[in-house]
């Protein structure tokens, strides 16, 4: 199971001129509801190689979590060329990810 996070989140400028698909995931790793997101996601991921998944640590203060109005973890952005196509918040299943993850690709 992935919990490790950036350590430096990235600025919203640079998100915003991110070429391609990206799944941009806020949450912690000490987030009960991230870390039984984990399998999920990597089971939806598993068929969209091509995707750049990038967690962010997100917390009060944090500006990429904010400038997002990111609420509850795990929240899972999906970008394409760095707009936002798709969220979820505290995914259920592989397959509703997966289905946001063929809306970028």
Sequence with gaps: METSYLEREPARQDVDGWAGATLLEFGTPWCGWCRAAQPKIAQALQSHPSVKHVKVEDGSGRPLGRSYRVKLWPTLVFLR????????????????IA???ARIV
């Excluded at 060329?81 to 509703?96: F, N």
Aim: aromatic share 0%; net charge negative.
């Design 81 to 96: 060329d760095g707009q936002e196509v798709a969220r979820l918040v505290r995914p259920q299943d592989s397959a509703e």
């Design 99 to 101: 289905s946001a993850l």
